[in-house]
């Protein structure tokens, strides 16, 4: 008593129980199915009538009923659906009744439609069976095309037939529990994925080089096949031949990403982009030429599941981090001679402490060790491995011996843009290379972060403060509080406070808030000094909450603790910043500036020089030349504290009190008139200003506040 169903509306079921087909156009798919009944199986089952959806049961077992007798195409005993679709219920032919009552309600027709009663779902003994033959089903319709030879069908046919290719067959829809229907169903989405590949496959032969529809096809075929080589071939030779190389780049960097994180080999791939791009690059190949077909049709018989390429969804770029880091690949450094042992193992080495000290630093995302070895190993260069990554900054350096010297080159730059935004060359002895290797790592990680903060703070001013995240906000937070300004100071405390409304446990947003308040207790910016002292506290303290490894947050309570005279606490907060990451130059300088005034004034000097050769540019360097000067006078060496001071006096920025500190240390110097231009400057700025001033921000040792009354009396700089 076999049933061949889904023929269109070619076929009718005969009395006794058999179905008449019609040969009417055999090679011709029915597409007609808005039009009347559509069973959609090819993604998310659903059902319509004249083009409007109608609802179908909730139930996972009635589609799954629904979509096996209507790929089936035969009657089905009632015992073998209760095997396959209940793991022995109570009453499985019961819940077998109550699915096939729930299918009628959506299939047949009660004699309202038409005034005709027609019945879809057929009990035929003790079998139950569907009478398709006029509903429109997609699978069924892809079926018949291919079978009939699509190479014989009209392109507006087959376009018209490949809009109904909505994704995996019953998607949504799991069997867990039965392993006959699982393999069934893997068998069936094999099987009709190969039948949508062959499909799509023949439109892409037939559509123009380069066009939109094309490209239309190509990601309908990626959509089905992820990680299918050959799609993506045909998808990238589709953009290089519209002009779209960027896009064809960035869509390369993604399918590597997706690959390696299926563990597939991504090499041919790699290497096919690489002539690829190299062909249209090359002057005499102005057109690319159009890659030959690589799908050819296949036969309508199911495939052994083995044989399928997995669909896994697309692969897609990485997920978005969110947006409280910049991040950065540290590809290893190589050799530029043929490499002995021991340099490939300097070389190696130099890049994993930098990877390692990055990290501390808890400001930028840092890709791991084992994963840039890996690109490195596979001959993947700096830039590539950057959009493969889907980092913002890309690091890479080259060793080279010179006779006795060892030199080395490292860049910094930005992967969107291909853009080196740092360069710098380092060398030292052949014979001192181990001995100086932490001073250069130091350098370099010091110069790296350095140079992506101000990057990222150039990317933030380009941006409206109302679409800013929280890292962005951050960042133009930055650029107004280093410009040690009561309005400036202002609006970084407002930028600072929009990260923390985007993301609480910020705490380098916690750190920045905490010195905008530092700053006004600090440069008497707001009358109300002891309340921001408080809140210097507070917010730093919060910062430390958030992330109690991250030396900005010890930084910041080092400096309140300052604020609020617990010299001693201070000092240990600092020291601790310094110790979770050698290579934060700020936290060097306040323990620089705090021992300056009334610790030890030598290890005052050291901890300054370490902060200006980590960070020869930074934003406070009037600040560490400064404190430098306040330790040469304490330690008697008034001309090196004259000297200092000057050099502070003139770096861009330089506040009230650095322009103080020059005149006091000029005057005790006996530069008379170098002092009196200083206070000169300091008097236009602020008029009312005075020693008083100076003595009341900073926390000078008896000795050093009596040089300083001494030499404001000397320059007309009295209280």
Not at 76 to 103: A, I, Q, Y
Not at 267 to 296: I, M
Not at 579 to 587: T, W
Request: one cysteine or more; glycine letters at 8%; proline letters at 5%.
């Amino acid at each position: 008593m076999a049933i061949a169903l889904f023929r269109g509306q070619h076929g009718s079921l005969a009395p006794g129980g058999s179905v008449e087909t019609s040969v009417e156009n055999p090679g011709v798919a029915h597409t007609g199915g808005p039009r009347g009944l559509a069973l959609r199986l090819l993604g998310p089952v659903s059902f319509s009538r004249d083009g409007q959806p109608v609802v179908l049961p909730r139930s996972r077992k009635v589609r799954a009923l629904l979509a096996y007798l209507a790929l089936e195409g035969r009657p089905v005993l009632r015992s073998r659906l209760c095997d396959l679709l209940w793991d022995v219920p109570n009453d499985p032919r019961g819940e077998l009744r109550w699915c096939l009552s729930k299918l009628r309600g959506v299939l047949d027709d009660s004699g309202g439609r038409h005034g005709t009663e027609r019945r879809r779902v057929l009990a035929i003994e003790d079998a139950i069976a569907l009478d398709l033959s006029d509903v429109h089903v997609d699978a069924r319709e892809l079926e018949r095309a291919v079978a009939s030879g699509l190479a014989e069908q009209n392109t507006a046919v087959l376009s018209e037939l490949s809009q109904w290719l909505g994704g995996e067959l019953l998607e949504g829809i799991t069997v867990d529990g039965n392993l006959e229907l699982s393999g069934w169903l893997a068998a069936r989405r094999a099987h009709y994925r190969q039948l949508s590949l062959a499909l799509l496959g023949e439109l892409v032969a037939r559509a123009e080089p380069g066009s939109e529809q094309r490209l239309l096809h190509l990601r309908s075929w990626l959509t089905l096949a992820p990680f299918d080589p050959r799609g993506h071939e045909q998808l990238l030779a589709t953009l290089v031949q519209a002009g779209r190389v960027a896009e064809a780049e960035a869509h390369v960097a993604a399918v590597l990403r997706g690959f390696e994180h299926e563990g597939l080999d991504w090499a041919p791939l790699r290497s096919a982009w690489h002539a690829l791009r190299a062909a249209h690059a090359a002057p005499e190949a102005a057109v690319v030429q159009p890659v030959a077909p690589l799908v050819q049709p296949v036969a309508p018989v199911v495939q052994p599941v083995a044989q399928v390429v997995a669909t896994a969804g697309a692969a897609p770029p990485a997920e978005p981090r969110a947006r409280r880091r910049a991040s950065i690949a540290v590809m290893p450094f190589t050799e530029a001679a043929a490499p002995a042992a021991s340099n490939t193992r300097l070389a190696d080495g130099l890049t994993e402490d930098i990877i390692t000290r990055l990290a501390k630093l808890r400001v930028l995302f840092v890709i791991a060790r084992g994963t840039v070895f890996a690109l490195g190993q596979r001959g993947i260069g700096a830039q590539e491995a950057g959009r493969i990554l889907n980092v913002e900054y890309v690091a890479s350096g080259t060793l080279r011996r010179d006779g006795a010297r060892v030199s080395l080159l490292v860049e910094l730059a930005e992967t969107e843009g291909a853009r080196i935004i740092w360069a710098d060359e380092l060398s030292v002895r052949a014979d001192e290379t181990f001995a100086a290797l932490d001073a250069i790592v130091d350098r370099i990680v010091a110069a790296l972060a350095e140079e992506i903060e101000s990057a990222e703070c150039q990317r933030a001013l380009l941006r409206p403060p109302s679409s800013l995240d929280a890292w962005q906000a951050y960042h133009r937070g930055l650029w107004h509080m280093y410009r040690f300004n009561g309005p400036d100071n202002l609006d970084a405390e407002r930028f600072f406070r929009t990260a923390l409304a985007s993301d609480p446990t910020f705490s380098r947003a916690h750190a920045g808030l905490s010195f905008t308040h530092f700053q006004n207790a600090f440069l008497s910016l707001t009358p109300d000094r002891e309340r921001q002292v408080e809140l210097a506290l507070s917010t730093a303290a919060e910062s430390l909450a958030a992330d109690d490894r991250d030396p900005a947050a010890h930084w910041a309570l080092g400096r309140a603790l300052w604020l609020s005279r617990e010299h001693e606490t201070s000092l240990i907060e600092l020291q601790r910043c310094v110790e979770l990451s050698p290579n934060f130059a700020l936290g060097y300088y306040t323990l620089g500036f705090v021992q300056s005034q009334a610790g030890d004034p030598r290890s005052a000097i050291i901890a300054i020089d370490t902060a200006r050769q980590l960070s020869p540019f930074d934003p406070l360097l009037f600040g560490m030349l400064a404190s430098r000067a306040v330790a040469h006078l304490r330690l008697g060496e008034i001309e090196e504290a004259a000297q200092w001071s000057a050099k502070a006096a003139v770096r861009p920025n330089a506040h009230d009190h650095i322009l103080a500190i020059a005149a006091c240390c000029a005057g005790l110097a006996n530069r008379r008139a170098a002092a009196r231009e200083l206070v000169a400057r300091v008097r236009a700025r602020a008029p009312g200003y005075g020693v008083a001033d100076l003595l009341r921000s900073f926390r000078f040792d008896e000795v050093a506040e009596q040089l300083f009354r001494r030499a404001a009396r000397q320059v007309g700089f009295g209280e």
